[in-house]
């Protein structure tokens, strides 16, 4: 699941699209690419671009729940169209993690069998060593970001730090990434409601209900233990 951020409002979904002048026809101008906007929603602009890339997110996640290998394919092709769209609105943290993302999907299909996921419960050792690393990266990044002016930067940087691992996890088909990825998706619907942000959260919504069907699909997959 990649993380998204929706600002905007009716008055200037009208006359602008993130600070840059609409021409008649809806359209913004990008470093030199036009970007168009596809539909408004609760103010927010929501470019075929970012529609796309929402689109393609959704089926990647929803593969991966299956357990289907065909999953990574989506996921590489959503985070190229991310990274672009980020790129094209300046911004290039956002960006710079869909490498991120499009090199775990590279690793998911090379780890991963033809046949798909073949799931398991981590370690103890396993899982406490990821809930320290997790940790560690949250409280460095969120000072990181307040540096650099960004606002809400601990709720931001636990989704940034938690969903990079959260796919790791996924890539190594263990079950906990579907934990994970409840808590993530249920924070960021909390979160971006709080907000304001409401495309965002029931984005997020649409995510924890997945969420919970990939973990339901998994432990189906789960070799029993006799």
């Given amino acids: 699941m990649l993380m998204f951020r929706f600002i905007g409002s009716q008055k200037l979904a009208e006359r602008t699209f993130r600070g840059r002048p609409l021409d008649q026809f ?3 101008n990008w470093k030199g690419a036009t970007m168009s906007v596809f539909f408004t929603a609760w103010g927010y602009g929501v470019t075929y671009l970012e529609f796309v890339s929402v689109l393609t997110s959704l089926i990647a996640v929803f593969l991966g729940a299956l357990g289907a290998r065909v999953t990574w394919p989506w996921w590489l092709l959503s985070s190229a169209l991310y990274a672009l769209f980020f790129y094209q609105v300046d911004l290039y943290a956002s960006a710079i993690l869909q490498f991120v993302f499009i090199a775990a999907a590279i690793w998911g299909w090379f780890g991963w069998k033809a046949s798909g996921a073949e799931p ?3 370690a103890i050792k396993e899982r406490t060593l990821w809930l320290i690393i997790l940790v560690a990266l949250w409280l460095v990044s969120a000072p990181a970001l307040a540096d650099i002016g960004a606002a809400a930067t601990w709720p931001d940087s636990f989704l940034l730090v938690s969903s ?3 796919q790791v996890v996924m890539v190594l088909q263990r ?3 579907w934990i994970l990825w409840l808590v993530i998706d249920a924070f960021g619907t909390y979160h971006y409601a709080n907000q304001g942000y409401w495309f ?3 984005l997020y919504g649409i995510f924890t209900i997945i969420a919970g069907f990939g973990w339901y699909r998994w432990l189906a997959l789960t070799p029993k233990i006799a």
């Fill in 26 to 28: 809806g359209n913004a």
């Fill in 120 to 122: 398991r419960y981590m």
């Fill in 175 to 177: 079950n906990e990434t």
């Fill in 164 to 166: 990079t691992i959260a």
């Fill in 200 to 202: 965002t959260s029931i």
